[in-house]
């Protein structure tokens, strides 16, 4: 299954696509308002960041995650693409963050990899049941209460206490 982010899943997307449209407005509206220089001024950073949102956008919008029997792909566009294999997950589950919301993560232990998915992807309950039921015994609901990010909580998971040494082999 083919999951992504789309602005009916990310509303927020439209308040960027506003700023995208109102920031070169405001140059435009600048040179009935101030002097020429200065809405020039205005004008291109307008548009310079209105490009750079625009990019952002484009990206985000690109980004897929697909499923199917042997693994999960993770596609964040710009050449971002981790592909795990369901037997070689060792952690993931779901979290949350007070400020952030709910967020898938997945983690290789072996290869030391870990992607970590926001809930504004369109059917994010439906990837995180097929995750669920690709990684049972290994998936977990986490409320990261007083660690503050999930690489903390690994970290603790994963590194050994003091005085015990890691294996090796």
């Given at each position: 299954?083919?999951?992504?982010?789309?602005?009916?899943?990310?509303?927020?997307?439209?308040?960027?696509?506003?700023?995208?449209?109102?920031?070169?407005?405001?140059?435009?509206?600048?040179?009935?308002?101030?002097?020429?220089?200065?809405?020039?001024?205005?004008?291109?950073?307008?548009?310079?960041?209105?490009?750079?949102?625009?990019?952002?956008?484009?990206?985000?919008?690109?980004?897929?995650?697909?499923?199917?029997?042997?693994?999960?792909?993770?596609?964040?566009?710009?050449?971002?693409?981790?592909?795990?294999?369901?037997?070689?997950?060792?952690?993931?589950?779901?979290?949350?963050?007070?400020?952030?919301?709910?967020?898938?993560?997945?983690?290789?232990?072996?290869?030391?990899?870990?992607?970590?998915?926001?809930?504004?992807?369109?059917?994010?309950?439906?990837?995180?049941?097929e995750v669920r039921?690709?990684?049972?015994?290994?998936?977990?609901?986490?409320?990261?209460?007083?660690?503050?990010?999930?690489?903390?909580?690994?970290?603790?998971?994963?590194?050994?206490?003091?005085?015990e040494k890691a294996?090796?082999?």
């Amino acid at each position: 299954m083919e999951y992504r982010i789309t602005v009916r899943s990310n509303p927020r997307l439209i308040g960027l696509f506003l700023i995208i449209v109102a920031l070169p407005a405001a140059g435009v509206v600048a040179f009935l308002l101030t002097s020429v220089i200065v809405a020039v001024l205005i004008l291109g950073a307008g548009l310079f960041f209105s490009y750079n949102f625009i990019k952002l956008v484009r990206s985000t919008l690109a980004s897929r995650i697909r499923t199917n029997a042997s693994g999960v792909v993770f596609d964040f566009g710009k050449g971002h693409r981790n592909e795990f294999d369901w037997n070689r997950i060792s952690h993931c589950g779901v979290y949350s963050e007070p400020k952030r919301g709910r967020a898938l993560f997945i983690y290789d232990e072996e290869d030391d990899r870990l992607v970590t998915v926001p809930n504004e992807y369109e059917s994010f309950d439906v990837l995180v049941t097929e995750v669920r039921e690709h990684t049972v015994g290994r998936f977990e609901i986490i409320d990261l209460g007083a660690l503050s990010t999930i690489e903390e909580y690994l970290r603790e998971k994963v590194t050994p206490p003091a005085g015990e040494k890691a294996d090796t082999e």
